[in-house]
């Protein structure tokens, strides 16, 4: 049995991810690729109760960061390592990437105990592909205030916030060793499109 692919996609709020998670899901399983799509925090019941406490309830920074590590944990027990055994490809909207744009770009932990945390959490594990949207922090918000969602924990954060995660994102990206694929989101859907239509017949 040959091991499902596993394929993230991260970016600031607002740059694009959920617009492009089920069309590229559909264009997977156009290709006969039995596929899970699912979310970071959350993805589990368990995970779910988390994203919403995550999302909503202030707290320490460190708390934070376990507790989105927490949800991973049983996120790869129940669903990511089982499809991936069993063949599936799997889908995340979001993924150990944004603990380090967020917990350590945005709001400044250490990124080596962000590092202690992924080892524990994922041993060699990693996605084959990231998909990372990458936009201007004032476009970003700017989509974000057309839509009727109130915001998040999350979303509520400055730009300077944003600006870090933003940052944290590229310098990821650059030393990812093609792991993590920026996407210039300022462009179309259908002009992304194209270019993910490229990426994802290359794997
Ligand atoms: N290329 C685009 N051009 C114009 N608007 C877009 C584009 N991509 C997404 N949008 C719009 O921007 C808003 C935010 O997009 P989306 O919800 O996909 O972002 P996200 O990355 O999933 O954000 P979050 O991290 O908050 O979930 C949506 O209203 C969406 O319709
Ligand atoms: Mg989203």
Redesign the pocket.
Known sequence: MTRGKFIT?E???????????DWLAGRLRARGITLVVTREPGGTPLGEKLRDILLADSMHLETETLLMFAARREHLDKLIVPALERGDWVLS??FSDASFAYQGGGRGLDFARIRVLEAWVQQDLQPDLTLF?D?SVEL?RQ??S??S?PP?R??KEGAPFFERVRKAYQTRAIESGGRIRPID?????D??RQELELIIATI
């Open positions: 996609l970016g600031v709020d607002g740059a694009g991810k959920s617009s492009h998670v909207d979001r949207f936009l970003a989509r974000l057309n839509t969602m998040d999350f979303e989101s300022s462009r179309s859907m002009e992304i």
